[in-house]
């Protein structure tokens, strides 16, 4: 990775996309920090950290870099993007309109699709924002300086253009940067907490718990390369195409193969899971319930078996319905049919179909074993070794921080590969 940055930085037209991406990134790391108007930021902070943590709402904080417990102009970071994103990119699956124009009109269709992205964020941003607000008003706590109707225009004006502002910014980043603008922020985001981590595994070394420390960091270690391994991995199901002659010519008759990549659904499982998983915390918090209850410390709390049981569950539920909507085996068995391509062993049409079909459910099982695994150890080494519980590393996290290195190392080396290729008639 060291090696693929320095060589970018020494091709000038690499080095640009380098700069702008990092000044980017700095603007926006300067906005999460310019907190928002009639907002007491020390009593929301004390809020957040004494109820919401363990609420959805602290999954949304760990997203924004902690600017959404600071009540920053960036409070909602890129949650309203990627939440229409999502709601676009299903609808698409559900609506025959929107398939047709995301399947038939190419890049027209494609850009009134992030046309339609870019209303439904501002959308959400406006009820975010207004939900945000009302959070604040009736949490008990001192928090608005005033909360009067003007006030209440302007928070929700500013957190719904706060989240604007994050999506242009994303959208800059991948027109004329490095990557993904919007991985790129939300990778931004969470290595800000790496200080805090850092913080406090080198407390731990000079406590009776410094054999802990050293076993946190060597199970990231192993952590780091277990997702680099997945992330690469893939099942490649050969295909053969028949040769066909057309005039003099002959086509086809070569060999190929389909890739099915392991991590198919990403990160996306956990994140929805953990969403879910959240709710009960979030409905004790709002309706001012005791959160020291036994009840809801042995069943709901984050740190709870049970707990674990149901992330667990619900990360492969989410991970197969994740993987039906980006895999259609029929539709894959007709374009090969019709492209005179076939499965080694297997009749085109519906026998091919079910033995994709097959493939793709084996992989599904052991993608989301992977990435209930990768989840659940924090929450497991919490439990054996309750010092864990203050070092801020989440499974979520690194898999969205390693994800979003190695995509960017392999765009680099394809801008590369791009402009070192000689030709044919050198």
């Given amino acids: 990775m060291l090696k693929t940055l320095r060589n970018a930085w020494s091709i000038p037209e690499l080095r640009k996309k380098i700069m702008f991406t990092l000044i980017i990134l700095l603007l926006y790391r300067i906005g999460n920090v310019i907190p928002a108007p009639f907002v007491d930021t020390a009593e929301l902070t004390n809020m957040f950290d004494s109820v919401l943590s363990t609420t959805i709402l602290g999954l949304y904080n760990a997203m924004s870099g902690s600017a959404f417990s600071q009540a920053t102009v960036l409070a909602l ?144 270690a192993a952590l780091i390369v277990f997702i680099v391994f997945v992330n690469d991995a893939e099942r490649r199901i050969p295909v053969q195409y028949a040769k066909r002659v057309v005039g003099r010519k002959i086509y086809g008759g070569q060999s190929t193969n389909l890739p099915i990549k392991v991590s198919m659904s990403g990160v996306m499982p956990v994140i929805f899971a953990q969403s879910i998983c959240s709710l009960p915390a979030t409905i004790y918090a709002f309706a001012g319930w005791d959160l020291d209850s036994w009840f809801y410390t042995h069943v709901w709390s984050n740190t709870s078996w049970t707990y674990a049981v149901v992330y667990f569950l619900m990360i492969f539920f989410f991970g197969w319905f994740y993987a039906s909507i980006q895999y259609d085996p029929v539709e894959i068995g007709n374009n090969l049919k019709k492209n005179g391509g076939f499965i080694p062993g297997f009749r085109p049409g519906k026998p091919t179909s079910d033995f994709v079909a097959k493939v793709i459910n084996k992989i599904v099982v052991f993608g989301s074993l992977y990435l209930g695994i990768v989840a659940l150890l924090p929450i497991v080494a919490g439990n054996l070794m309750p010092s864990f519980q203050n070092i801020a590393i989440g499974g979520t996290s690194i898999i969205i921080v390693v994800g979003v290195a190695l995509e960017t190392v392999k765009v680099l080396e394809a801008q590369m590969l791009m402009r070192h290729y000689k030709g044919f008639l050198d």
């Fill in 77 to 220: 970071s890129i949650q309203p993007y990627i939440n229409a994103s999502i709601i676009v990119q299903l609808l698409t699956v559900a609506l025959p309109p929107l398939e047709r124009m995301a399947k038939e009109e190419g890049e027209a269709g494609k850009k009134k699709l992030e046309k339609i992205t870019r209303f439904t964020t501002v959308g959400l941003g406006l009820l975010m924002g207004w939900a945000y607000f009302m959070m604040i008003k009736n949490s008990g706590y001192d928090i608005l300086t005033e909360d009067g109707w003007l006030a209440a225009i302007v928070l929700i004006l500013t957190f719904t253009a706060g989240s604007a502002v994050v999506m242009w910014l994303g959208e800059q980043i991948t027109a004329h940067g490095i990557g993904n603008g919007i991985s790129m922020i939300l990778f931004a985001n969470i290595i800000s907490s790496i200080p805090s981590g850092v913080n406090t595994l080198y407390n731990m070394f000079f406590t009776s718990y410094w054999w802990q420390a050293l076993i946190a960091i060597v199970g990231v």
